[in-house]
């Protein structure tokens, strides 16, 4: 067949046309992939370096920052302070720095809630404006009283309350969000365990999940079993290798944090199991036992491991 100019052209066209589609899509899928990846933050839970803290608040946030942090994650609020300092002058600390803090633990229980103005009480209203003032997008429950895990009816207003919670700090660009320990999943429910039960009756759109699956071990709980059963519920993790304690162990339950990946939990599988199905975003490290180990030579440890890991 004799060669067609036109028919040339218009292939060489196809072609040219074909190849910028196929580049254009690998190029889509690239910044696709990395808009994920930016999402992702790896930080220290500061519990893991309580000691130090208590010691000197702004002297351990340089050593975490001369050892890699950008992001923490506090356990030490209360009355109206972080680790002593007001919002404002915790907040300049870590612009100094170069922290960032965008989750921490703050207690709620029932009496927060003011049965009788029906509104949560001014403490607590006051404990999500100073979240949200030192920058943080989560504010995380890390508890559950005692005396209520047994409680069905108690359960339930607290549920409530959490997703009332959850409104409250959207208000402030931010979410809500519970943290578990291992007597979620030894308490037993009509259907399930007190942790199924927390994840059933919270709205996801306002109450986050943060996993610490190093917490669930001793309690015979397997966190694949609940990324799987419970997919995209998990936006934040406690990530911790554990190993067996001589003792009681951290919870009581018979294991002890480690440095990561020198323990028993499968943490590949797990992290990412977490990126792929849990919708986990925050990988926040915490270790609790040290093995006589130095806590802040530990920390940086862990994270050096997660940069192996790739996760920052």
Not at 43 to 63: C, E, I
Not at 102 to 125: A, I
Not at 248 to 264: M, P, Q, R, W
Request: proline share 4%.
């Amino acid at each position: 067949m004799k060669n067609n100019p036109a028919m040339q052209s218009s292939r060489r066209t196809f072609i040219k046309t074909g190849a910028l589609a196929i580049a254009g899509g690998a190029l889509l899928k690239s910044n696709l992939f990395a808009s994920v990846k930016d999402k992702e933050l790896v930080g220290l839970q500061l519990y893991s370096v309580r000691a130090a803290m208590k010691a000197d608040p702004a002297d351990t946030l340089n050593l975490l920052t001369e050892g890699g942090y950008k992001y923490i994650e506090h356990a030490g609020y209360a009355d109206g302070k972080f680790y002593g300092y007001t919002p404002a002058e915790f907040k300049k600390l870590m612009t100094d720095l170069g922290l960032k803090m965008p989750s921490g633990h703050s207690r709620m229980s029932l009496s927060d809630w003011d049965t009788g103005k029906n509104d949560f009480t001014d403490v607590w209203k006051k404990t999500i404006a100073d979240s949200a003032e030192v920058g943080q997008h989560f504010v995380l429950n890390p508890w559950l009283d005692e005396n209520l895990r047994n409680d069905i009816e108690g359960l339930k207003r607290l549920m409530q309350q959490f997703n009332k919670c959850g409104e409250l700090c959207k208000t402030y660009g931010m979410k809500f969000g519970y943290h578990n320990h291992n007597f979620e999943f030894t308490t037993p429910m009509a259907d399930g365990n007190l942790y199924d039960f927390i994840l059933k009756n919270t709205d996801p759109t306002l109450v986050a999940q943060q996993m610490d699956f190093g917490n669930m071990v001793g309690a015979g709980a397997k966190p694949v079993d609940y990324l799987k059963k419970y997919p995209g519920r998990f936006e934040l993790l406690h990530v911790k290798d554990e190993i067996k304690s001589d003792g009681k162990g951290d919870l009581g339950d018979g294991y002890d944090s480690c440095i990561l990946g020198e323990g028993i939990m499968p943490m590949a599988e797990i992290l990412s199991l977490a990126r792929k199905i849990g919708g986990t975003s925050y990988f926040m490290i915490e270790q609790e036992s040290y093995q006589g180990k130095d806590p802040v030579d530990c920390v940086k440890k862990d994270l050096q491991t997660m940069k192996k890991w790739g996760y920052v």
